[in-house]
């Protein structure tokens, strides 16, 4: 990547000079909702300004990035991919697409095998169409459709691409309402609820989600999320540390800004570059290390100019 020169016009953009930046990789625990998360952080830091990347249903647990002060506005930032490890119940639909909601019906089932099951798996792979549960957060007419399910107002809802990249069976236990555990990959809109809904119509069974836990979410793994005790006990010990949005963002490419340039480029003015590669944003630091934000390169009649998206500004 070859190294940029100053452009003297600026375009707005957005500041933010906060001392307490980065994120938590939370695991969450079942029972609770992702909101509920958030002001639980908020409490425990003694922070304001907290948000989440990636909603989970209260019964489902696992990995729920938490963004602290200002890298709540890096959330859209962070990379898509996500992964979960879910148990299905067939047998049983309900009005959530999950053991939380009311049972629909109840049926126990006899005589199927696990090739058929593994068979009909096949057809979640890859792009496919899914119509989001009635209970779930999507907007249709500036409402959300869990709101007009509880009020008695279901509504047409439009099948949306997704992608799944990955959908593996790793256990199954027969008998009357029969269970499989399945590892999943996928793109951001995917319920795994849905997964587990359409499964049980196309084996005619019914079929609802049992049991989720995300193992990965935005390029946050579980291996290295806390628990509410573990973030507790490291609060109480004032040794929790963020990770650094550069961390996080790590998925992002890097430039590099000699000192002269970065302040300029923190002041919100576009700087002209000379990229060798097309990228849709890049991560932005100083000669010296430091992480100053997120830049999206464009053509313009001038040239390849770099423009602020996010600025993060410490004293240069």
């Known amino acids: 990547m070859r190294g940029p020169s100053s452009s003297s016009y600026k375009k707005p953009f957005i500041l933010v000079s906060f001392v307490v930046q980065g994120f938590l990789n939370l ?52 990379s898509q991919g996500k992964a979960y490890q879910a148990t299905i119940r067939l047998g049983i639909r309900t009005t959530t697409n999950d053991l939380a909601g009311e049972f629909i019906t109840t ?65 199954w236990r027969s008998g009357d309402f029969p269970e499989l555990d399945v590892v999943i990959a996928c793109g951001p809109g995917t319920y795994i609820r849905a997964i587990a809904r359409d499964l049980g119509e196309m084996l005619q069974t019914g079929g609802t989600l049992a049991a989720l836990k995300r193992t990965e979410s935005n390029g946050f793994g579980l291996a290295g999320s ?36 970065a302040q300029r480029w923190c002041w919100g003015q576009k700087i002209s570059i000379d990229l060798s590669e097309q990228f849709e944003m890049l991560r932005v630091h100083h000669e010296d290390g430091r992480f100053l934000g997120v830049a999206q390169p464009s053509v313009s009649t001038d040239g390849s100019v770099l423009i602020p998206k996010m600025v993060f500004a410490p004293s240069l």
């Open 226 to 261: 806390l628990t509410f005790a573990e973030l507790e006990a490291q609060v109480q010990a004032k040794s929790f540390c963020p990770i650094p949005p550069e961390v996080a963002l790590k998925h992002l490419k890097e430039l590099v800004l000699p000192a002269e340039l």
């Open 27 to 78: 695991n969450k625990p079942s029972g609770i909702t992702s909101h509920d998360c958030v002001s639980k952080t908020r409490r425990l830091l003694g922070l304001k300004r907290v948000g989440h990347g990636g909603t989970l249903d209260p019964l489902a647990t696992g990995v729920l990035p938490i963004a602290l002060g200002p890298a709540t506005r890096l959330l859209q930032f962070l």
């Open 107 to 171: 049926q126990p089932i006899s005589g199927l095998s696990l090739e058929s099951v593994q068979a009909a798996l096949q057809h979640f792979q890859g792009q496919i169409q899914q119509v989001p549960p009635d209970y779930s957060a999507v907007q249709v007419e500036g409402k959300r459709l869990y709101d007009l399910a509880r009020a008695g107002k279901p509504i047409e809802v439009a099948a949306r691409l997704v992608e799944i990249f990955k959908l593996e069976l790793i256990d």
